[in-house]
C-alpha cells in the first residue's frame, strides 16, 4: 500500500484528512522562545493577539528530520511506501527535510517527495487527486507522474485585508503597508511557480473587495475541474464566506465545495480576513 504524508500547510480540514487518510506533520510557529506545532499547540487567533501585541510577526520553522522519521518509520517498517507533500521549496527547506530524513532510512525509493510548489489548500487539491488515484488502484509512480502534470494547473490565489503582516514579515515595503492602510488597498496574492506574487489590487471594505476577486475568476472557474474547490480562509466573517460559497454553488459547476481555515503557519503571514479560493485549472 501506498500512504499520503503531508506537512500541516496543506490547511485540510479534520474530516477532508480523515476521509484520504492523510497523516499530517505539524511546521513549527516560534513565539519569542516558545515553540509551537502547528495546529496542534496553537491557533491563528492566539498567533493574532500575539502579533498585535508586541507589534511584530512570529517566525516559523521546518520540520526537524527527527520528527520526519517518528512519524514515517513505522509505516515503512510495515511495508507501505509513502507519497509526502511539502510547502513549495522555495517558501521552506521543509522537502530538504524529508528527503534527508527518508535517506538516512535508506528508503529514499520508497518516500516519494513531492514538491507542491504551492501552499494551504493549493497543496491539499494535488493530496485529494492523489488519494483518489491511489483509491482507484494506481501505482505511486504513476501517482506522482500524475501530479507532477497537474501542478501547474493548480490556481491559488487570495486577497488580504491587512498588509500589516506581510510588512512585518518582510514581504511588502513599509510604503506599500502604509498605502494599504490609508487607501484601503487589498491586494489579490497569487501563487505562480512556487512563489508569491502581487497581482490586482482591490479598493474599498474587504467583503466586497472578495466577492469582485471571485467574481473576477469566474470565466477561469467555470472550466475549472468540477470535482473540488476550495474557499479557504484565515478568519473571515461567515456571512462572507456564505457569500462565496452561495455564489460558487449558482455556477452548478462543482461537486465538492470545502471551506477551511488556514493553520497558524499560513495565518502568521497572512494576517486574518484573508481569503482565497483554490482550484485545478481544466
Not at 224 to 248: M, N, V
Amino acid at each position: 500500500m501506498t500512504k499520503i504524508f503531508a506537512d500541516s500547510t496543506c490547511d485540510l480540514s479534520q474530516e477532508l484528512i480523515a476521509r484520504y487518510d492523510v497523516t499530517i506533520v505539524p511546521l513549527h510557529t516560534i513565539l519569542d522562545q516558545d515553540d509551537y506545532l502547528d495546529g496542534v499547540t496553537i491557533t491563528p487567533d492566539e498567533i493574532y493577539a500575539w502579533s498585535d501585541k508586541h507589534k511584530t510577526t512570529p517566525k516559523t520553522s521546518a520540520l526537524n528530520i527527527e520528527e520526519v522519521i517518528t512519524k514515517i518509520k513505522p509505516v515503512l517498517d510495515a511495508g507501505d511506501d509513502i507519497i509526502f507533500f511539502t510547502i513549495s521549496a522555495s517558501m521552506s527547506t521543509t522537502i530538504n527535510v524529508i528527503k534527508m530524513a527518508a535517506e538516512e532510512l535508506d528508503a529514499a525509493d520508497r518516500v516519494h517527495v513531492i514538491d507542491s510548489a504551492n501552499l494551504s489548500t493549493g497543496i491539499g487539491l494535488q493530496i485529494i487527486a492523489a488519494a483518489e488515484m491511489l483509491q482507484e488502484g494506481k501505482s505511486a509512480a504513476d501517482v506522482v507522474a500524475e501530479i507532477e502534470a497537474i501542478k501547474p494547473k493548480v490556481r491559488a490565489s487570495f486577497v488580504v485585508d491587512t498588509l500589516i503582516y506581510l510588512y512585518r514579515g518582510g514581504r511588502c515595503s513599509g510604503l506599500a503597508a502604509m498605502a494599504g492602510g490609508v487607501l484601503k488597498l487589498h491586494p489579490k496574492i497569487v501563487v505562480e511557480n512556487g512563489a508569491m506574487r502581487p497581482d490586482k489590487k482591490y479598493r474599498g471594505r474587504i467583503g466586497r473587495a472578495i466577492l469582485n476577486y471571485v467574481k473576477d475568476m469566474e470565466a477561469d472557474i467555470l472550466t475549472a475541474r468540477p470535482e473540488h474547490i476550495f474557499i479557504t480562509h484565515s478568519g473571515c466573517d461567515q456571512e462572507l464566506i456564505d457569500e462565496i460559497k452561495t455564489y460558487l454553488e449558482s455556477t452548478n459547476h462543482f461537486k465538492e465545495i470545502h471551506i477551511t481555515r488556514a493553520g497558524s503557519v499560513i495565518s502568521s503571514h497572512c494576517g486574518p480576513g484573508t481569503l482565497g479560493v483554490l482550484y485545478i485549472a481544466g
